[in-house]
């Protein structure tokens, strides 16, 4: 148990699923810069192909202890997460989108994230979610406050920008130059707070 997932696209089970089987070779300790580029037609801005990266080292890492990080993932963005709710006049589920409060609620309240957390105890939470840091919002910040308010001990990590995973247990993330020519860190962390000791 690595954590937990709040799908609401078709086809964000079986793609999660796929990359969490295979994560503990790769994601743990690395991450792919996708380097943005736009289609000239369309003015889409996408992220290169994994397979055309290099891996960093990922800021989660903990080589000392050799931890891995528990995992959230859901669609986002700066201001918020998309989550299923059973919408119970016409049984069916919409999508509602939620702020890092109201997320990190959800989230402390699945079994599936207590028991990730209780495996892994002192490890990082890792938002596999695209753009929860994004400049402007504040939802990585929300849910972080959240989170370290009701006693996750852990960093949390969140991308400025898209995410993406693979088969084969990769991450990637989507990275941008700095007008130095160096790369602007894709990820945001929000330390645990660290207890002093007391004389």
């Not at 799908?7 to 943005?36: C, F, M, V």
């Not at 801005?45 to 931890?67: F, I, K, Q, V």
């Not at 939802?139 to 972080?144: D, I, P, R, S, V």
Request: proline share 7%.
């Amino acid at each position: 148990m690595i954590g937990v997932s709040f799908p609401s696209k078709r086809g964000d089970i079986t793609l999660i699923q796929q990359w969490a089987r295979s994560r503990h070779t790769s994601s743990n300790k690395e991450y792919y810069p996708r380097w943005a580029v736009s289609e000239v037609a369309t003015r889409r801005r996408r992220g290169t192909p994994l397979r055309d990266s290099s891996p960093e080292t990922a800021p989660w890492y903990d080589a000392e202890n050799g931890l891995e990080p528990t995992v959230l993932n859901a669609h986002a963005s700066g201001t918020g997460y998309s989550i299923k709710v059973k919408n119970l006049q016409i049984q069916k589920y919409d999508v509602v989108h939620v702020d890092g409060i109201v997320f990190g609620r959800l989230a402390e309240q699945s079994n599936y994230f207590q028991r990730a957390c209780q495996l892994h105890p002192g490890s990082s939470l890792l938002q596999v979610s695209c753009s929860p840091a994004a400049a402007g919002g504040d939802a990585h910040a929300l849910l972080a406050r959240y989170l370290h308010g009701n006693g996750f001990a852990g960093d949390v990590w969140a991308a400025r920008d898209l995410m993406s995973t693979s088969r084969d247990g990769k991450i990637g993330a989507l990275a941008s130059i700095d007008p130095d020519g160096s790369m602007i860190p894709p990820f945001v962390v929000s330390r645990a707070p660290r207890s002093s000791p007391t004389t």
